[in-house]
C-alpha cells in the first residue's frame, strides 16, 4: 500500500511540477503579449494646426492624416501635412498647409498654380517664371498666396525709333507713341513729322518715324526778258527789219519759303518778288515794201539761175527764202564761157564764182538783186574767179551769154546763206 501510496505520489509531484512549469510559462508569454501590446497602443498627445486653429486630442494613433481628421479638420488631396514637429511615441504638432490655387495670366495665358505657404515671388520663382525689367506684375512679389489669388503679368513690347540717322529701342507695357518717344529722350518740334502720329496707342511691336523738318528763307535773281515792238516801214522789203532800240533784259529777286526734310530741300513754297532792274523794250523796224521777181533775161518769171530749187527750201510770196543762215548785203559781176569751173562742175547759170575761204565750194546760196528786179535764185558756190584779187565785188555770176553780164554789169544783191 506504502509502496504504492509512495509511487503514486512521486508521480503527482512530477505531474504537479510540469503543470506549474506550464503555468509559469503561459503567464510569462501572456506577460510579453500584454507589455507589447500596451506599448503599441500607447496614448500620445498631438496637437492640430490649421492656419490660425489648433486642436490638441490625446490618441493612440499614429497617422498624422488620419489624426488630422480625428482632430476634426477636412484634408483636400492637395493639402500637404508638416510633421517636422510630430513622432509616434511621442506625438507633438501636424501643421496643416492648405494647397492655394493661384491664376496667373501672363500676356493672355491663363495658367493655374497650386501653392503652400509661398510668398508670390518664391513661388513664380520656382514655377520658372522669368522677368525683364521693364515687365510688370501686378502684385507685390512679396505677398503672401492664398487660394483663389489671381495674379496679371503684363510684359513689355519693343518700340524701334527711326530719328536723326540713327535706330534706338524701348520697351513699354502701354502708352502712346509720345510715352515712346519720352523713354527714349528723343524731342521733337512742331515742325517735325512723326508717324504714327504722337497720340497712337501702343499695344505692340511698332516702328515710329521721325522727320526733321525745317523751313529757311531762300532768294533768288531772275532775268526778265524785254518785249519787242515793231514799226512797219515801207522804206524796207519784206524780211528785212532794222533794230532801233536794243533790248535789255530786266532784274528780279524771288524769294521762296524753302522746306527741307531730314536736310533735303523737299518744297519751294513762292512767297514774292521785288523787280530791281526793268527791262528795256527792243524796238525794231520791219520792211512792208513788196519785191519784184523778174529775170528780164528770158522774159519769164523764173530765176536767172537754171538749178532746180530743193524740196526743202520755201520761199515767200516775195521769191525769198523763209529759212537761212544768214544774210549778206554784197555787190555781184556777172562771167560767161568758161569751159569748166575750178570744182569740176559743169559751167552754167547756177554754179558761180567765189572766195572759197568765204564760201567754200558746195556752200548753197540764193542771191536777189538789192532793188529786187533781178532773182538770180538758188545757186551753189562751184568756181573762183580773178575778182579775189582784185577786191571789187564779192561774187561772180555765171550767165548764159555776154549781152546778160553787160546788162548785169557789177549789182548791189543779198546773199541768203542756205546752208
Same mark, same amino acid.
Given at each position: 500500500?506504502?509502496?504504492?501510496?509512495?509511487?503514486?505520489?512521486?508521480?503527482?509531484?512530477?505531474?504537479?511540477?510540469?503543470?506549474?512549469?506550464?503555468?509559469?510559462?503561459?503567464?510569462?508569454?501572456?506577460?510579453?503579449?500584454?507589455?507589447?501590446?500596451?506599448?503599441?497602443?500607447?496614448?500620445?498627445?498631438?496637437?492640430?494646426?490649421?492656419?490660425?486653429?489648433?486642436?490638441?486630442?490625446?490618441?493612440?494613433?499614429?497617422?498624422?492624416?488620419?489624426?488630422?481628421?480625428?482632430?476634426?479638420?477636412?484634408?483636400?488631396?492637395?493639402?500637404?501635412?508638416?510633421?517636422?514637429?510630430?513622432?509616434?511615441?511621442?506625438?507633438?504638432?501636424?501643421?496643416?498647409?492648405?494647397?492655394?490655387?493661384?491664376?496667373?495670366?501672363?500676356?493672355?495665358?491663363?495658367?493655374?498654380?497650386?501653392?503652400?505657404?509661398?510668398?508670390?515671388?518664391?513661388?513664380?520663382?520656382?514655377?520658372?517664371?522669368?522677368?525683364?525689367?521693364?515687365?510688370?506684375?501686378?502684385?507685390?512679389?512679396?505677398?503672401?498666396?492664398?487660394?483663389?489669388?489671381?495674379?496679371?503679368?503684363?510684359?513689355?513690347?519693343?518700340?524701334?525709333?527711326?530719328?536723326?540717322?540713327?535706330?534706338?529701342?524701348?520697351?513699354?507695357? !502701354?502708352?502712346?507713341?509720345?510715352?515712346? %518717344? +519720352? @523713354?527714349?529722350? &528723343?524731342? *521733337? =518740334?512742331?515742325?517735325?513729322? $512723326? /508717324?504714327?502720329?504722337?497720340?497712337?496707342?501702343?499695344?505692340?511691336?511698332?516702328?515710329?518715324?521721325?522727320?526733321?523738318?525745317?523751313?529757311?528763307?531762300?532768294?533768288?535773281?531772275?532775268?526778265?526778258?524785254?518785249?519787242?515792238?515793231?514799226?512797219?516801214?515801207?522804206?524796207?522789203?519784206?524780211?528785212?527789219?532794222?533794230?532801233?532800240?536794243?533790248?535789255?533784259?530786266?532784274?528780279?529777286?524771288?524769294?521762296?519759303?524753302?522746306?527741307?526734310?531730314?536736310?533735303?530741300?523737299?518744297?519751294?513754297?513762292?512767297?514774292?518778288?521785288?523787280?530791281?532792274?526793268?527791262?528795256?523794250?527792243?524796238?525794231?523796224?520791219?520792211?512792208?515794201?513788196?519785191?519784184?521777181?523778174?529775170?528780164?533775161?528770158?522774159?519769164?518769171?523764173?530765176?536767172?539761175?537754171?538749178? !532746180?530749187?530743193?524740196?526743202?527750201?520755201? %520761199? +515767200? @510770196?516775195?521769191? &525769198?527764202? *523763209? =529759212?537761212?543762215?544768214?544774210? $549778206? /548785203?554784197?555787190?555781184?559781176?556777172?562771167?560767161?564761157?568758161?569751159?569748166?569751173?575750178?570744182?569740176?562742175?559743169?559751167?552754167?547759170?547756177?554754179?558761180?564764182?567765189?572766195?572759197?575761204?568765204?564760201?567754200?565750194?558746195?556752200?548753197?546760196?540764193?542771191?536777189?538783186?538789192?532793188?529786187?528786179?533781178?532773182?538770180?535764185?538758188?545757186?551753189?558756190?562751184?568756181?573762183?574767179?580773178?575778182?579775189?584779187?582784185?577786191?571789187?565785188?564779192?561774187?561772180?555770176?555765171?550767165?548764159?551769154?555776154?549781152?546778160?553780164?553787160?546788162?548785169?554789169?557789177?549789182?548791189?544783191?543779198?546773199?541768203?546763206?542756205?546752208?
Amino acid at each position: 500500500m506504502i509502496t504504492n501510496s509512495s509511487s503514486v505520489g512521486k508521480t503527482g509531484r512530477k505531474h504537479s511540477f510540469r503543470i506549474l512549469t506550464a503555468v509559469i510559462t503561459v503567464l510569462f508569454i501572456c506577460s510579453v503579449t500584454i507589455t507589447a501590446f500596451a506599448s503599441a497602443n500607447a496614448v500620445t498627445k498631438v496637437t492640430v494646426t490649421d492656419g490660425e486653429k489648433s486642436v490638441s486630442i490625446s490618441t493612440e494613433e499614429t497617422d498624422p492624416l488620419r489624426i488630422a481628421k480625428l482632430a476634426g479638420f477636412a484634408v483636400d488631396a492637395n493639402d500637404e501635412l508638416n510633421t517636422d514637429g510630430y513622432n509616434a511615441e511621442e506625438g507633438g504638432t501636424i501643421v496643416i498647409e492648405k494647397a492655394k490655387v493661384v491664376r496667373v495670366e501672363d500676356s493672355g495665358i491663363i495658367s493655374y498654380f497650386v501653392g503652400y505657404g509661398d510668398t508670390l515671388g518664391s513661388m513664380l520663382n520656382s514655377e520658372g517664371f522669368i522677368f525683364g525689367n521693364d515687365d510688370e506684375l501686378g502684385t507685390n512679389p512679396a505677398q503672401n498666396i492664398f487660394d483663389g489669388m489671381r495674379v496679371f503679368i503684363k510684359r513689355a513690347f519693343s518700340v524701334n525709333i527711326s530719328a536723326d540717322g540713327k535706330e534706338k529701342s524701348v520697351f513699354l507695357i !502701354k502708352g502712346t507713341v509720345k510715352d515712346a %518717344l +519720352d @523713354k527714349a529722350e &528723343i524731342t *521733337v =518740334d512742331e515742325d517735325d513729322v $512723326v /508717324s504714327p502720329s504722337l497720340d497712337t496707342p501702343l499695344n505692340g511691336f511698332t516702328k515710329i518715324r521721325i522727320s526733321r523738318v525745317k523751313y529757311d528763307i531762300g532768294i533768288e535773281t531772275r532775268e526778265i526778258e524785254f518785249e519787242t515792238k515793231t514799226i512797219p516801214s515801207a522804206d524796207m522789203y519784206i524780211g528785212e527789219e532794222e533794230v532801233v532800240t536794243e533790248g535789255v533784259k530786266g532784274e528780279k529777286k524771288v524769294f521762296f519759303t524753302e522746306k527741307y526734310v531730314d536736310g533735303e530741300l523737299a518744297e519751294k513754297i513762292f512767297e514774292k518778288e521785288t523787280v530791281i532792274k526793268k527791262p528795256v523794250t527792243e524796238v525794231k523796224k520791219v520792211g512792208t515794201k513788196r519785191q519784184e521777181t523778174l529775170a528780164a533775161y528770158k522774159n519769164t518769171s523764173e530765176p536767172i539761175s537754171e538749178l !532746180k530749187v530743193p524740196s526743202d527750201l520755201k %520761199l +515767200d @510770196k516775195n521769191g &525769198i527764202p *523763209v =529759212d537761212y543762215a544768214y544774210c $549778206v /548785203s554784197a555787190k555781184a559781176t556777172a562771167y560767161t564761157g568758161d569751159p569748166e569751173t575750178a570744182s569740176g562742175r559743169k559751167p552754167m547759170p547756177g554754179h558761180i564764182a567765189v572766195d572759197p575761204k568765204e564760201y567754200p565750194y558746195g556752200t548753197e546760196l540764193y542771191i536777189v538783186s538789192a532793188d529786187g528786179k533781178y532773182v538770180y535764185g538758188y545757186c551753189v558756190a562751184a568756181d573762183t574767179g580773178g575778182f579775189v584779187k582784185m577786191g571789187n565785188t564779192d561774187v561772180d555770176l555765171y550767165m548764159d551769154n555776154e549781152d546778160m553780164c553787160y546788162d548785169w554789169g557789177n549789182r548791189n544783191i543779198k546773199i541768203y546763206v542756205l546752208n
